[in-house]
């Protein structure tokens, strides 16, 4: 069945590097997303990968891909308190018809001054 | 671009009343949009697909009574809550896919508080 996995919680220091990480159980998987939701809001579109590539960085995010182990990772540099959200992953395996996402239990990011 | 609004962004309503939300992609055609409910410090849980001209397929458990939806345009998807009442109190998102982006986009999200 599909299954993504996150943990729930991290807290990290205001400058430091944050690494989320997602693990899912779809090896068919074509796309993986990480989201962002600050509170009260709808999901912004961070990043995404495509299930044949092992890494992609944009600016201060890197997201890492081991399909062997199926995890994927969001790294995030220099990490502000404007980073504090929820953040998602979720995949699109192959056979999903109409192409819905399975999400995450998301990680609540906290930045500390 | 690729944006989807979604209105109203809050609303609290008496008990019974039926409430529509809206979701409306602003610079795009939008053949399919995803419903999804969200409770507090939780994932979100895929409601419906809304297909453009055709009936919404509703995932298990999902009262289509209760929750209706209408894609009548490219470009609008409404979500309406029957007969509402507290247990419906809840985050409701709207999301369309993205060809070029190979992702989808989220509307804002509406508050639903029912008393």
């Known amino acids: 069945g599909e299954d993504v996995e996150q943990s729930l919680f991290l807290s990290v220091r205001e400058g430091d590097s944050s690494v989320i990480n997602c693990t899912y159980t779809?090896?068919?998987?074509?796309?993986l997303y990480w989201y962002k939701q600050e509170p009260g809001a709808g999901l912004q579109l961070l990043t995404y990968?495509?299930?044949?590539?092992d890494m992609k960085q944009d600016q201060r995010l890197t997201v890492l891909l081991n399909k062997k182990d199926k995890h994927l990772s969001l790294r995030i540099a220099d990490t502000q308190t404007g980073d504090s959200a929820i953040y998602f992953c979720?995949?699109?395996?192959?056979?999903?018809?109409?192409?819905?996402?399975?999400f995450g239990q998301g990680t609540e990011l906290s930045v500390k001054p | 671009g690729a944006v989807v609004s979604q209105h109203p962004s809050w609303v609290i309503c008496k008990s019974g009343t039926s409430v529509k939300i809206e979701c409306r992609s602003l610079?795009?055609?939008?053949?399919?949009m995803f419903w999804y409910r969200q409770f507090p410090k939780q994932s979100l849980m895929l409601m419906a697909t809304?297909?453009?001209?055709?009936?919404?397929?509703?995932e298990q458990g999902v009262e289509k009574d209760k929750f209706l939806i209408n894609h009548a345009s490219l470009t609008l998807s409404t979500l309406t809550v029957t007969s509402a009442h507290p247990e419906d109190s809840s985050f409701y998102i709207c999301?369309?896919?993205?060809?070029?982006?190979?992702?989808?986009?989220f509307g804002s999200g509406t508050r639903l508080t029912i008393v």
């Open positions: 999301s369309a896919q993205i060809q070029e982006l190979y992702g989808y986009t």
């Open positions: 779809d090896s068919s998987s074509t796309y």
């Open positions: 990968i495509f299930s044949n590539m």
């Open positions: 809304s297909n453009e001209g055709s009936k919404a397929t509703y």
């Open positions: 610079d795009f055609q939008a053949t399919t």
């Open positions: 979720a995949e699109i395996p192959i056979y999903n018809q109409g192409g819905k996402l399975i």
